[in-house]
């Protein structure tokens, strides 16, 4: 196990278009959250997947943003009519509750420049 | 409100000193207080995390306190060196059964040679 994996790293894209970006959790993890995070600020929380269920959205996440977990394995996070206060860094992190025990691992995120 | 105020945001020290990063919270019911050490361009990483039943753990040359009562904790690094300089973010779940984490907004830390 590699840990969690995002995919792509960096995505350049002009403003109008969408973008989807790709999470895989470690295996096994039954929690994923996405966060955003911009330059020389803690990550913000998006939204949070217990298996395939979506429990919680940030009033931070705009009717443009979507994010699915299908089969509660790998999610997606897709921005429509990216605009460039998108502009950041997506982090998804995996954990799996057990207990008391919810450590939240990170993926090394997807950079977003809106042009 | 949703809140971690994290203290301070910048940090110099030599190689060899000590160094004192604190957090406050806002949420009484929290009950988890990782830390996570971030180094540019890399994904933050858990370094050392405590829970709200006891009030310090230590790994080495890290060690975390947490205060209950003040609602704050923090984080210390002792005989620093210079591959510790990085950004710190202290977290906690606030408001939530879901266990997402609202950071405070980071210290940077350098430790010159």
Request: glycine share 8%; with cysteine.
């Amino acid at each position: 196990d590699t840990g969690v994996s995002q995919n792509p790293r960096h995505k350049i894209t002009k403003r109008g278009q969408n973008v989807t970006f790709r999470c895989d959790p470690i295996s096994e993890h039954n929690r994923l959250y996405w966060y955003r995070q911009t330059l020389g600020q803690g990550p913000e929380f998006l939204t949070y997947f217990q298996n395939e269920a979506q429990l919680e959205k940030s009033r931070l996440l705009s009717d443009r943003f979507s994010a699915e977990r299908p089969k509660g394995s790998f999610s997606t996070l897709e921005i429509q009519r990216t605009e460039q206060g998108d502009s950041a860094m997506y982090l998804c992190a995996s954990s799996f509750r057990s207990g008391r025990e919810n450590i939240q691992y990170f993926g090394a995120g997807t950079r977003l420049s809106v042009l | 409100g949703e809140n971690v105020e994290q203290h301070p945001s910048t940090l110099s020290v030599q190689e060899g000193d000590s160094a004192v990063i604190k957090c406050t919270y806002s949420d009484s019911a929290s009950n988890y207080f990782p830390w996570y050490k971030q180094e540019l361009g890399k994904r933050p990483q858990l370094i050392i995390d405590i829970r709200s039943n006891v009030g310090e753990k230590k790994d080495q040359r890290i060690a975390v306190t947490l205060n209950k009562t003040a609602k704050h904790f923090s984080l210390h690094i002792t005989e620093t060196q210079p591959e510790d300089s990085a950004v710190y973010f202290c977290a906690a779940p606030i408001s939530s059964n879901t266990g997402k984490l609202i950071f405070g907004q980071g210290t940077t830390l350098q430790v010159k040679p």
